[in-house]
C-alpha cells in the first residue's frame, strides 16, 4: 500500500523559511516523479513544483519560483520542498503526490497523494 507522509508544517512569519518533507513507502520511488501542490480554503488546488520524469528537470509555478525549491533524496525515498521568503498568500495545505506520466503541473496525472501539511505565514 503506497503511502505518502508530509511533514515540516508550521506556522511562521512573512520572510521566514520553512523545508517540508514527504516520505514514500509502498512504491519503487525511484521511478516517479514527485510534485507539491497547495491549497488554501475555498480555492483550487494549486501546482507549487515539480521534478521530471525522466531528467534532473524541475518545474515551478510562477507564483513561487526563485523562492521555494523541490529536491529529492532517492536512497532515503524522500522529496523535500525548501521554502524562502515566505507571504502570507503562501499560506495553504501543502500536499506532495507522485506520478508517472502526464503532465507535471495536472493534479489528474498524480495517482498518489500525502495527506498535507498546513503552512500558515502571519504578516
Known amino acids: 500500500q503506497v503511502q505518502l507522509v508530509e511533514s515540516g508544517g508550521g506556522l511562521v512569519q512573512a520572510g521566514d523559511s520553512l523545508k517540508l518533507s514527504c516520505a514514500a513507502s509502498g512504491l519503487t520511488f525511484n521511478t516517479y516523479a514527485m510534485g507539491w501542490f497547495r491549497q488554501a480554503p475555498g480555492k483550487e488546488r494549486q501546482f507549487v513544483a515539480s521534478g521530471a520524469l525522466r531528467s534532473s528537470l524541475t518545474y515551478y509555478g510562477d507564483s513561487v519560483k526563485g523562492r521555494f525549491t523541490i529536491s529529492r533524496d532517492n536512497a532515503k525515498n524522500t522529496v523535500y520542498l525548501q521554502m524562502n521568503s515566505l507571504k502570507p498568500e503562501d499560506t495553504a495545505v501543502y500536499f506532495c503526490?507522485?506520478?508517472?506520466?502526464?503532465?507535471?503541473?495536472?493534479?489528474?496525472?498524480?495517482?498518489?497523494w500525502g495527506q498535507g501539511t498546513q503552512v500558515t505565514v502571519s504578516s
Open positions: 503526490a507522485a506520478r508517472k506520466s502526464g503532465t507535471y503541473y495536472n493534479p489528474r496525472a498524480y495517482a498518489y
